[in-house]
C-alpha cells in the first residue's frame, strides 16, 4: 500500500528535470532492465526480470527528455525524492506488433523478454512504462521502484570472447549517435565475411542521405558471436540453427519478416560496446528483414534488395518511420485504426486536410489529397504478389523435400528476376505522374489502400531499390541526429 501511495504520490506531482542536468540525476553508466511483457489484444502485464548494471551510457546527456510524440509504449523514470521525470523514450516492441495479430485478438497469451536501456541512477527511481490506447493516449501499464545501491542489481563483464570492431569513431559515445552491428549466423570460420559483410554496410550507410551529409556523427562498431551454425531459422523450410542471436524468418507468419525472440542474448552481446541502436547484420541469402522503433532491426546480406533493406529498416528503428507500402501482405489485422492519426511522422489519416502534419513542405497550388495513378500500380502490384507467392511456396517445398542446390538456386533466381522486372515496371508507373517528386498526400500507406497517405508517391519507406527517404522522412532522422548529438 505505501509503494502504491508513493507511485501515485510522484505521477501527481511531475516536474520536468532541467536540460543539462545528467550529472546531478545519473552516475554515466548504463541501467538495463530485463522485463517480460506478456498478453494478448485486449490485456497486458509486464513484470521485471533482471536489471544490470552496464558499461559507459552511450546517449545523450543533454536531451533525457523525449521530444518525439512517437512510439506505442514510453519509458518514463522519476527521480523518487524529488519526483522529478528524469529521463523518457518512445519506442515500439515486438509484443506491441503482436497485439495487432490475429492470435491476439482470439485471446492467444504470448510472453515476450524486452530492455529498457537507461542512463544508471544515483537515487532510487521510479520505473514506468506507458502504453497508447486505441486514441494514442499514454496511460500508465507498469511502475516499479528500483533501488540502484540494490544487491539485486547485476554486474557482469560481457563476455571475453566477443569480437568488437571499431570501424568508424569520429568522437565520444556521449556525443555520436553509436551504432552497433550485431552479426548473426556467422560461424568462427566466417569472421572474414562478417568483416566484408560490416565494411560494405558501413559504406552504403554513410554513403545514403542524409546520413552522408551528417557523417561525422556517427559511431559505428561491429560485435560478433560466433555462431555454431552458419544462417538462421527457416521455419517454413524446415530449417533451424544454432545461432547467437537467435533471428528467425517467418516472424509472426510473414515469410520475409526477420526478428529474434532471444532479446537477452541480444543486449547481452551488444553490452560489449556503447549503443544507441542495434542492428542485426545476418549471414543469409534469403530476402528478410525487420525494424522496431528504438528496439532493433534486421537486414540479411546477400539478397538482391541488401541495401534498400538495410536502410528502409534503419528508418523504422532509429526515427520511427512507417511503411509506406500497402499491398505486400503482413500478419497485422489493423495496425492503425481507422479515424485516429498516427504518430509516425510520415503518415497520416488526414483527417484535417488543412493542417497536414507535413504541409511545410508542400508546395502551394499541389492539391489534397494528391492523385497519382495509383490504379495501374496497384494492378502490377497484385499480379506481382501471386506470383512471389507461388514463388515462396516453391522455393520451401524444393528444400523440405531435399531438392538439389542446382534446382534451388535456379528458382530463387528466377524469382529474383521476377521481382526486378515487377519493380522497374512499377517505378516507370510512380515517374509517370504528374506529381512526381512532389511532396503531397498520396494515398495508399501504412498497409493500407485507402484512408491514409504518405508524403511523396515513392521513397524508400514505399517501395524497393536504391531510393532516397523523401523530404519528410529525411527530417525526421535528422531530428533524431541532433537530438542524440546536440
Known amino acids: 500500500m505505501k509503494s502504491c501511495y508513493l507511485i501515485m504520490l510522484i505521477l501527481s506531482t511531475v516536474v520536468f528535470a532541467a536540460a543539462g542536468e545528467f550529472d546531478k540525476y545519473f552516475t554515466g553508466q548504463t541501467m538495463r532492465i530485463d522485463y517480460v511483457h506478456v498478453g494478448d489484444n485486449d490485456e497486458e502485464w509486464v513484470a521485471i526480470d533482471h536489471i544490470y548494471k552496464e558499461g559507459e551510457w552511450a546517449g545523450t546527456r543533454k536531451n533525457m527528455i523525449d521530444p518525439h510524440n512517437n512510439g506505442k509504449y514510453f519509458i518514463k523514470v522519476y527521480e523518487v525524492k524529488s519526483g522529478n521525470l528524469i529521463f523518457s523514450r518512445g519506442f515500439n516492441s515486438y509484443f506491441g506488433e503482436y497485439q495487432t495479430t490475429a492470435k491476439a485478438i482470439n485471446g492467444i497469451k504470448r510472453a515476450y523478454h524486452e530492455s529498457a536501456v537507461i542512463p544508471f541512477p544515483i537515487d532510487s527511481i521510479l520505473f514506468t512504462l506507458e502504453v497508447r490506447d486505441k486514441y494514442n493516449k499514454l496511460n500508465p501499464v507498469f511502475s516499479s521502484v528500483i533501488d540502484p545501491n540494490s544487491v539485486d542489481i547485476i554486474e557482469e563483464k560481457p563476455d571475453p570472447e566477443i569480437v568488437v570492431v571499431r570501424q568508424v569513431i569520429n568522437g565520444t559515445p556521449q556525443d555520436k549517435v553509436d551504432l552497433a552491428f550485431i552479426g548473426e549466423g556467422y560461424t568462427k570460420s566466417e569472421l572474414d565475411s562478417f568483416k566484408a559483410h560490416l565494411a560494405y554496410f558501413t559504406n552504403v550507410f554513410l554513403n545514403q542521405e542524409p546520413f552522408k551529409t551528417y557523417k561525422d556523427r556517427f559511431n559505428i562498431y561491429g560485435v560478433l558471436k560466433y555462431s555454431a551454425e552458419s544462417g538462421i531459422d527457416e521455419p517454413t523450410h524446415h530449417s533451424f540453427k544454432n545461432t547467437a542471436v537467435g533471428a528467425s524468418f517467418n516472424s509472426m507468419g510473414s515469410p520475409r519478416y526477420v526478428l529474434t525472440e532471444e532479446n537477452k542474448a541480444l543486449h547481452d552481446i551488444a553490452s560489449a560496446v556503447p549503443y544507441d541502436a542495434l542492428l542485426i547484420m545476418i549471414n543469409h541469402d534469403r530476402y528478410g528483414g525487420g525494424g522496431i522503433y528504438n528496439f532493433f532491426l534486421t537486414f540479411t546480406t546477400g539478397n538482391i534488395w541488401k541495401e534498400y533493406v538495410m536502410v528502409h529498416e534503419f528508418g523504422h528503428s532509429f526515427a520511427g518511420l512507417a511503411d509506406e507500402y500497402y499491398s505486400s501482405s503482413t500478419a497485422y ?30 508546395e502551394e497550388g499541389t492539391p489534397i489529397p494528391t492523385p497519382w495513378n495509383k490504379e495501374a500500380y496497384d494492378k502490377a502490384g497484385e499480379a506481382y504478389n501471386k506470383k512471389r507467392a507461388e514463388y515462396n511456396k516453391k522455393i520451401a517445398e524444393l528444400k523440405k523435400n531435399g531438392a538439389p542446390e542446382k534446382t534451388i538456386k535456379a528458382i530463387e533466381e528466377e524469382a529474383n528476376l521476377h521481382s526486378k522486372k515487377n519493380q522497374a515496371l512499377r517505378d516507370s508507373l510512380m515517374t509517370a505522374s504528374p506529381y512526381w517528386g512532389k511532396t503531397g498526400a498520396f494515398e495508399g500507406a501504412g498497409y493500407i489502400s485507402t484512408g491514409f497517405y504518405r508524403p511523396q508517391i515513392d521513397c ?27
Not at 334 to 361: C, H, R, S
Open 460 to 486: 524508400i519507406m514505399f517501395s524497393q531499390g536504391i531510393k532516397d527517404y523523401c523530404p519528410v522522412c529525411r527530417q525526421a532522422i535528422v531530428e533524431m541526429i541532433k537530438y542524440y548529438t546536440e
Open 333 to 362: 489485422e489493423e495496425f492503425y485504426p481507422p479515424g485516429v492519426e498516427p504518430v509516425e511522422p510520415n503518415i497520416t489519416a488526414l483527417l484535417d486536410p488543412q493542417n497536414l502534419k507535413w504541409q511545410g513542405l508542400v
